[in-house]
């Protein structure tokens, strides 16, 4: 449960591997790192219980704008098998960064204290994304 709402936000950038600039599957990838680096922001604004409590209606909105992106992602036709693997090659490493980079901070954030990761993984709850695209 600790990494519950990490390993979430892990698993959409994991789904959008496959789409992400100029066009529509960059475009949608490009617009998950940034909603990802935004709540990697969040995170780090962690340092006690208070701001753990705060961060909620940020994460929420995120939670909104990843949504939003996943839904686009999900009109797009499926990539060809080569567009899939030129953008796994280009994308794939970004993602595992960020996903890294949140991983820490959690890590970081339950050295201050459980309560503290407790109650920011609560308020992470909002990020639970219903769903993105099949391919």
């Given at each position: 449960m600790r990494y519950c709402a990490a390993s979430t936000l892990i698993l959409m950038l994991s789904l959008?591997?496959?789409c992400g600039g100029g066009d529509p599957y960059e475009q949608a990838?490009?617009?998950v790192i940034e909603v990802a680096n935004d709540v990697l922001e969040v995170v780090k604004g962690v340092?006690?219980?208070e701001s753990a409590k705060a961060a909620g209606p940020e994460l929420e909105k995120l939670g909104q704008r990843m949504q939003e992106v996943l839904d686009r992602a999900k009109e797009l036709e499926d990539p060809s098998?080569?567009?899939k693997k030129t953008l796994e090659e280009k994308y794939d490493p970004k993602f595992k960064e960020i996903g890294e980079a949140i991983g820490e901070e959690m890590k970081r954030i339950a050295e201050i204290g459980p309560d503290v990761l407790v109650e920011l993984m609560k308020q992470m709850e909002s990020l639970n994304i219903e769903s993105g695209p099949d391919w």
């Open positions: 959008l591997a496959g990838a490009d617009d340092d006690d219980m098998d080569e567009k």
